[in-house]
């Protein structure tokens, strides 16, 4: 008989984790608290290291068709001088993939298309998880209930099962705020095959391209909190770099603010008996390494390996965590500094890239 999986979130890891151990014999369903696929945020950075997980789901070509591969790296300041270019066109052949943009959507769709309609059920608001012996169960807001071997919780930030399990967990409060736009490359005159960062006194603005004619980017900037009018006028004054001219070809409609925040205290365990979290459930993290889409991919390749490779589970969640807590407490750590604008600024004048001089770690542990 085969072995069934409960995933509680359809977002990038909970929709990657069915699909994963769906791979490997598992009777999977993925369940949603929304009646559409979760598709907050406007576009991705997605590295290497994420990227390579969904080669091994057999997703590469797919995913090539509906993302950006980029080619190189270029840092700014704020008035226009150029801090760095670093060529990025190797790192197929260095770390196993491109670094790349994608439309959210766009991956969420392909998931969830790789898991079948059958395996996914939208509109299931986990309410409570029990276990007793060789049973896990969740019951929704609608009154249903499924039973399985095995429950992850995939639920973002915010996670039910996490506070089933571990009770409420305090979150970051430093008030920090990321916005997001899309535009269209044919309106502005930029490089589509660059990432591209830009540093001044008081905040940072990215963008790249996303596949499909599309770019992003995604903001912050100290005391820019509330208003998209705010953020709007801060770069504006950017007059000498690219900033302005992306702020204008930009419909505000597509404009989203987000506020980003960790774990006070980070979870020492992500497990217990027959149920387990993954993504942003287990380590929610500050988008300044643009890792955490990356990251929980890689807490579904660790888990789906456990899995396969025990067949206790009690092992397999073991060797799960003990791969991935140590591991991604770094990158959670490493995430944090790069939202000091001013500290960053002054790395940036030193002719530093700030985000890729802590990829390298891990980029270079491709065989991990």
Not at 263 to 280: A, C, E, F, K
Not at 293 to 309: C, G, T
Request: glycine share 12%; charged share 25%; with cysteine.
């Amino acid at each position: 008989m085969k072995k069934r999986a409960l995933v509680c979130g359809a977002g990038i890891g909970g929709l990657s984790a069915g699909l994963a151990l769906a791979r490997i014999g598992w009777d999977v369903t993925v369940f949603e608290r929304d009646e559409e696929l979760r598709t907050a945020g406007a576009g991705l950075n997605l590295w290497p290291n994420g990227v390579r997980v969904l080669k091994e789901l057999g997703l590469g070509p797919h995913y090539a068709a509906i993302s950006a591969s980029l080619r190189t790296y270029r840092t700014f300041s704020s008035t226009g001088e150029v801090v760095a270019i670093d060529d990025v066109s190797d790192w197929p052949e260095r770390y196993g993939a491109a670094l790349s943009g994608v439309y959210r959507r766009d991956l969420s769709r392909m998931l969830a298309d790789a898991l079948g309609a059958g395996r996914l059920q939208l509109g299931r608001r986990v309410v409570a998880v029990a276990q007793d012996g060789d049973t896990v169960s969740c019951r929704f807001a609608d009154g249903g209930s499924a039973e399985g071997d095995l429950l992850i919780g995939a639920d973002g930030i915010h996670s039910a099962v996490r506070a089933a399990l571990f009770g409420p967990q305090a979150l970051s409060a430093d008030g920090l705020v990321r916005w997001r736009g899309l535009f269209d490359l044919a309106d502005v005159e930029v490089d589509p095959h660059a990432a591209v960062e830009v540093w001044g006194a008081g905040g940072h603005f990215g963008y790249m391209a996303i596949g499909g004619g599309r770019a992003y980017w995604f903001a912050a900037a100290d005391g820019i909190t509330t208003e998209p009018d705010d953020a709007r006028a801060f770069f504006s004054r950017w007059e000498r770099s690219s900033v302005p001219a992306i702020i204008a070809a930009t419909d505000p409609s597509t404009i989203i603010r987000n506020e980003i925040r960790d774990l006070v205290t980070p979870l020492p365990r992500w497990s217990r008996g027959r149920i387990t979290l993954l993504g942003d459930a287990a380590h929610p993290m500050l988008p300044g390494m643009a890792q955490g889409a990356s990251q929980a991919l890689e807490d579904v390749r660790i888990l789906k390996a456990a899995l396969a490779e025990h067949e206790d589970l009690a092992a397999a969640l073991d060797a799960y965590e003990r791969a991935r807590i140590p591991w991604v407490g770094n990158v959670v750590r490493g995430s944090r500094p790069l939202f000091d604008f001013d500290g960053q600024h002054e790395r940036v004048a030193s002719n530093c890239n700030p985000i890729l001089g802590r990829y390298d770690s891990i980029a270079e542990r491709r065989s991990a």
